[in-house]
């Protein structure tokens, strides 16, 4: 499976109990916020693994393969701003606390219009 999300931290290692996380800045322009976020996104592979004489699958090896690219780079059409900017504005309020991206979320859907060419939509969040 693929896992996506949009981070202040340029690093690899974001795992919660060796690193703190990494604050959003407090800009209000989203060029700069852009300007310092990165899109991270994440391979993760689960592979069954035989223990003997047991059923098979009672052990499992996962795999993750992490991609990470500043975001001003990653988005380079339009169509991939318009794209983005509708998966941001269409999740719920537990996704964005879960990601992190409530507070960072309209200056990045204003960025994200404006790479589009396209007006800014509602944020579509589900109850």
């Known amino acids: 499976r693929f896992v996506w999300t949009l981070t202040a931290a340029p690093?690899?290692?974001?795992h919660p109990l060796r690193k703190p996380a990494t604050p959003w800045p407090e800009t209000t322009d989203p060029q700069q916020l852009a300007q310092q976020?990165?899109?991270?996104?994440e391979r993760q592979t689960f592979l069954p693994l035989a223990d003997g004489p047991g059923p098979a699958g009672a052990h499992t090896l996962f795999t993750i393969r992490v991609?990470?690219?500043?975001l001003v780079q990653a988005v380079r059409s339009p169509e991939q701003?318009?794209?983005l900017h509708?998966?941001?504005g269409s999740m719920t309020p537990a996704v964005l606390e879960y990601k992190n991206?409530?507070?960072?979320?309209?200056?990045?859907l204003r960025w994200l219009a404006g790479r589009s060419g396209a007006p800014p939509l509602a944020p579509t969040a589900l109850p």
């Open 37 to 41: 976020c990165f899109l991270r996104v």
């Open 67 to 70: 991609q990470l690219a500043p």
């Open 86 to 88: 509708e998966a941001l």
């Open 101 to 108: 991206l409530g507070a960072v979320r309209e200056r990045l």
């Open 11 to 14: 690093t690899y290692d974001q």
């Open 81 to 83: 701003a318009q794209r």
